[in-house]
């Protein structure tokens, strides 16, 4: 039986390629470094983009009920039109369903180093440059860096 897929939203698929054990809280990292292992271990893995709240958001400590706070009142939106402007540049639809190495193969295909800070430009993780060099690992060949 097919497994169910791994909710991913979609700027999420950008934040696993950087992830380099930062982030929010001790759960967090724990939380997100679960998930970059599976993909890692398993890029035949099923995933389901979406916008909105995924498993990556279910440790982190700036979701509320359902919707992220990180910078208040607006970040829900925020991070939303972050999602939908991934998933729209990677020719994406909300909900969509496929393989974890073709989401990689089609970020290869359609997103260059220096499209990030436009792309991501209301992260502040975007200017350490760990966003850019784990682009730069998948395009130079690696799975998941
Ligand atoms: S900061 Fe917001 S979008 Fe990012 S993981 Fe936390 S709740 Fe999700």
Redesign the pocket.
């Known amino acids: 039986m097919q497994a169910e897929p791994l909710v991913l939203?979609g700027?999420?698929v950008l934040c696993v390629l950087g992830f380099r054990g930062y982030g929010?809280s001790e759960q967090?990292v724990a939380g997100m470094r679960a998930i970059v292992n599976r993909l890692r271990a398993a890029p035949e893995m099923m995933v389901e983009l979406a916008v909105g709240?995924?498993l990556?958001?279910l440790s982190?400590p700036?979701?509320v009920g359902e919707v992220?706070k990180?910078r208040g009142a607006e970040?829900g939106e925020d991070?939303a039109a972050h999602d939908r402007r991934v998933l729209d540049w990677l020719g994406f639809r909300v909900g969509q369903r496929l393989a974890w190495s073709a989401v990689l193969d089609m970020v290869r295909q359609t997103v260059k180093p220096e499209d990030l800070p436009n792309l991501c430009r209301e992260c502040e993780w975007s200017p350490l440059g760990a966003c850019e060099e784990g682009l730069r690992s998948l395009l130079n060949g690696a799975t998941v860096k």
């Open positions: 939203r700027h999420h929010y967090f709240r995924d990556v958001c982190c700036h979701l992220c990180k970040s991070t």
